[in-house]
């Protein structure tokens, strides 16, 4: 994976010192979008408003080119408080509520969609909205299944939408050097990449819990949160934080962070369009070593440095890790020299990228292709994990050879009428 053209660590300094003047340029002029008319703001549509969607919902709120006209939740008080939060920055009474998903995305006046529900809801309002000629800024991760995900990557390509994956560390200054370092030929050929998951139990359970008395269809609307899930009574538990480590609504802890993480080393790698091949289970924390077809080593697993969801990408030259707390370590030492990034990991750039391209009709940095082969190696991994062996996977055909327990797990049965 070593660049065509080679570079010394002297031109790599001066090429990403001139890289990281012109990201800085781009956040600039990204958070000063010009006053915009009324009738020629990009208008957006906020599906699944809680702790992520609201901050999500805030970073649209910010620029004066956006206009949310509505806001849609199946929890009613998650609902009134985004409408207020959206009347209030508009000093209006205006934002318009819906329960159902359906409803807001028929909306002729609605350009975009805002998508931050669950993860079990993701893909099929992402294809919805696709179908109806929204462009989607979707949270991660992508989908609960390889099928679901393969589906949004195929309805954005066919409906010519602009999709962005909410994997905004596409757009976070630390990380992107990272990755300019290791696309530049300034580590070597690389040979490892690492991807923290998110807590070491990646097991996954299926339990039904007990059932509670469902509420009123305008307080909770029970049937819409489950969408494409098995039917099951209702229990407050489930949307209230039990679903992430549920399999039928989330994949775990692989997903959880290595939507992220599994994704910058993809991007590190420049392998939006694959995936790696073999996935085994190295120990009994579930951590996975997966391999590229060119012999590249993906490892996930827990351990790594520098704050949560940290990478670390490893080459026959150097090295690279960061994460979170804008730490960059590299060796040699002198790569990451005088290089200071600020804290956390902010979602303006990447909204402001996704809103550019709105207007430009150019491709973001989250594709959904790229979306899908990220969480496809996810999947991946969990299915070797639950099966406990090591799974072949061929990227090209979307499959594992001759392996039919494995294939059936790239897909789930879904509920009518919310199938995709």
């Given at each position: 994976m070593k660049s065509s053209s080679p570079i010394t660590r002297r031109s790599f300094m001066l090429q990403s010192a001139g890289a990281a003047g012109a990201f800085t340029l781009a956040h600039n002029l990204f958070a000063s979008a010009a006053q915009t008319p009324a009738s020629e703001r990009i208008t957006v549509g906020a599906i699944g408003i809680s702790g992520r969607g609201n901050y999500i919902l805030n970073a649209f709120?910010?620029?004066?080119?956006?206009?949310?006209?509505a806001v849609c939740d199946v929890i009613a008080n998650r609902r009134e408080a985004a409408k207020k939060m959206v009347d209030e920055r508009y000093g209006n009474q205006d934002c318009r509520t819906y329960i159902d998903m359906r409803e807001l995305i028929a909306q002729p006046d609605i350009d975009a969609v805002m998508i931050a529900t669950g993860d079990n809801n993701h893909s099929l309002i992402s294809v919805l909205a696709a179908r109806a000629g929204k462009d989607i800024y979707c949270e991660k991760p992508l989908s609960?299944?390889?099928?679901?995900?393969?589906a949004v990557a195929d309805a954005v390509r066919r409906h010519a939408r602009i999709f962005q994956c909410g994997t905004q560390r596409r757009n976070v200054g630390n990380f992107v050097f990272v990755r300019e370092l290791?696309?530049?030929?300034a580590l070597g050929n690389i040979h490892t990449v690492y991807a923290e998951k998110a807590w070491p139990d990646s097991k996954l359970q299926y339990k039904v819990l007990p059932e509670q008395p469902t509420p009123p269809?305008?307080?909770m609307a029970w049937d819409l949160w489950l969408g494409g899930a098995a039917w099951r009574p209702y229990n407050d538990q489930y949307p209230t934080g039990f679903w992430r480590s549920h399999g039928d609504f989330s994949g775990g802890s692989?997903?959880?962070?290595g939507s992220h993480t599994v994704d910058m080393c993809q991007w590190a790698l420049g392998a939006d369009d694959t995936s790696p091949v073999t996935y085994e289970a190295i120990n009994p924390q579930g951590d996975i070593e997966a391999v590229y077809e060119n012999g590249a080593k993906l490892i996930i697993k827990t351990g790594l440095r520098f704050g949560s969801c940290p990478v670390r990408i490893e080459g026959d030259e150097g090295w690279a890790e960061t994460g979170d707390?804008?730490?960059?370590?590299?060796?040699?030492?002198?790569?990451?020299?005088g290089r200071h990034f600020s804290g956390g990991y902010p979602?303006?750039?990447h909204v402001r990228e996704f809103l550019n391209c709105v207007k430009s009709r150019q491709q973001p940095r989250s594709t959904a292709e790229a979306a899908h082969r990220s969480i496809s190696a996810c999947h991946c991994a969990n299915i070797a994990v639950r099966l406990g062996r090591p799974v072949r996977w061929d990227p090209v055909k979307e499959e594992f050879p001759g392996d039919e327990a494995a294939n059936r797990m790239r897909s789930r049965a879904m509920r009518e009428p919310y199938m995709i």
């Open positions: 709120l910010q620029y004066p080119d956006v206009q949310v006209v609960v299944t390889i099928a679901e995900s393969r290791a696309r530049s030929g269809y305008e307080e692989i997903t959880e962070w707390d804008n730490i960059i370590e590299t060796y040699p030492a002198s790569l990451a020299s979602a303006d750039n």
